[in-house]
């Protein structure tokens, strides 16, 4: 069983950066992927980020690439999400995940857990 919660959101301007948290409970989280995902109002959720159990692997959603960083650092059990040249259409509640699937999971049937969200609102 693994527990997740995010921290980090909040109100930012466009061109700014946030970096968002996921704090795990667990001793078997270093074992699992971790996704980010994101929903914006009225759209369905949709796949950010991932980073394999070791960090050494990590895959992004096309619109997010060259701005958004995921790591991980397992001796603190916590996920990160780095996010830089933030724009209006960042705006959406971030959830962070974890699966322990193999391959590239990007769907969000593959996740057996997650977290509450984080809202992240990024101003023009």
């Known amino acids: 069983q693994v527990q997740l919660i995010e921290s980090g959101g909040g109100l930012v301007q466009a061109g700014g950066s946030l970096r968002l948290s996921c704090a795990a409970s667990g001793r078997t989280f270093r074992s699992y992927t971790m996704g980010w995902f994101r929903q914006a109002p009225g759209k369905e959720r949709e796949f950010v980020a991932l980073?394999?159990?070791?960090?050494?692997?990590?895959y992004y959603a096309d619109s997010m690439k060259g701005r958004f960083t995921i790591s991980r650092d397992n001796v603190k059990n916590t996920g990160y999400l780095q996010m830089n040249s933030l724009k209006p259409e960042d705006t959406a509640v971030y959830y962070c995940a974890a699966t322990a699937r193999l391959g590239v999971p990007t769907e969000i049937y593959e996740y057996d857990y997650w977290g509450q969200g984080t809202q992240v609102t990024v101003s023009s």
């Open positions: 980073i394999s159990w070791s960090g050494g692997y990590t």
